[in-house]
């Protein structure tokens, strides 16, 4: 079906595009992931157990969006990503580059940073009681000709005395043009998930133009 046409009848077509998307126009857009910028859901995990969350089909999308929410964990840790090339059989543990900002609600502020990271450190505190919120893009992930980049902002209750608010926000990259087309989201071994937060990974839906003809 046409969309953004109000079906005004003019010398060489019938109808005129209004250039106005209606409501039901973008609602079935989205349904059909066919409207510019949708995120498409491609896997959701219930992050209640366990220590690590493979997503092994990441399609062919440009952007990915990785997105945790009420993660909690049975000691106090930190969540990690790490990438694969090779459709998940592995997970490289080497080579990541991050450099990360800190702040508090107490007033403390701090930065670190790394060019031998083994991992993606998103750095958000999990722990009983400390609900972990936040996301992480993905660019060119799939790209064999483009270093894979990433860039995160978080939110959690540090593990302190006075579960002070934190924030982090940072930014990674993979320095090796290659595809990485697998990629898994985890905790330290010494520790599992529990709770009832969830985990999911979408797919940034390129922008597209129908240009109708009579």
Known sequence: MPYGYLGQNQPNQTVSNSGVFSITDVN????????GGSLQLIQEYDATSGDYFDFTNLGSYKIHFLDFYDISATGATELYVRLSNDGGS????SGYHYALQLGRSDGFFTGANSTTSTDIRLACRVASGRESNGFLYLYDLINPNK??????????LDNDASASLKFIY???VYP???TH???RVFISSSYSLNGAGKIRLFGLQEKKVWVQWD
Do not use: D, P, Q, V
Not at 147 to 156: L, P, V
């Open 28 to 35: 079935s857009l989205i349904a059909e992931g066919k409207f």
């Open 90 to 93: 592995t997970f490289i543990a």
């Open 147 to 156: 270093y894979s980049y990433g860039i995160t902002h978080n939110i959690s």
């Open 170 to 172: 940072g930014n990674y």
């Open 176 to 178: 090796t043009a290659e």
């Open 181 to 183: 087309n697998a990629l």
